[in-house]
């Protein structure tokens, strides 16, 4: 027990995929919330993961504080940090369909004029491949859903791809 707990001391980066669930609750509270914004980014800045799904929370962290931000030059400074962040997420682990979903879900909604948008169209077409060979990660079948249906609302996928789309949702 006491390695257990200096093994966690000493090496904070280490996040278990029991973590993963939690981790995925605060960030849908910090999207609509300033203070757990604040909170989900403080809590993964100090895991410190070099893990690609951790780490693509962590730049969907800055992204989602970009939101709550006041300060143009603050929003812009989070939303670059995050992406960056996000984007080496991705290079680490190009066929994590949770990994391109976040950073496609946040291109989605970042306007076209600030440049941070170039990824949708890979990162739907990476989306709907890894639909179609059922390659969900670790995800359950909640997230998963609600993951597919946000496809669909986008408006971004062609009607084959909704074809796709909706296969999974019934037989995911």
Not at 126 to 139: C, W, Y
Request: proline letters at 4%.
């Amino acid at each position: 027990m006491i390695r257990l707990i200096a093994l966690f001391l000493f090496f904070p980066g280490l996040v278990s995929a029991n973590d993963l669930p939690q981790i995925r609750k605060e960030y849908y509270a910090a999207v609509n919330d300033g203070k757990a914004a604040e909170k989900f980014y403080n809590k993964l800045k100090k895991i410190n993961s070099s893990e690609p799904l951790i780490m693509a929370y962590f730049g969907i962290s800055q992204a989602v504080k970009a939101r709550h931000a006041i300060n143009p030059y603050n929003k812009l400074s989070y939303l670059r940090n995050g992406m960056k962040i996000l984007n080496s997420a991705v290079a680490k682990s190009q066929d994590d369909l949770e990994i391109r979903f976040l950073r496609f879900s946040i291109e989605h909604y970042i306007p076209s004029f600030l440049g941070y948008s170039q990824h949708l169209e890979s990162d739907r077409k990476k989306i709907i491949e890894l639909s179609k060979q059922r390659r969900f990660g670790a995800m359950d079948k909640p997230l998963l859903l609600n993951l597919l249906k946000f496809m669909k609302e986008t408006e971004r996928c062609k009607p084959q791809e909704i074809a796709i789309l909706d296969e999974s949702i019934n037989n995911g």
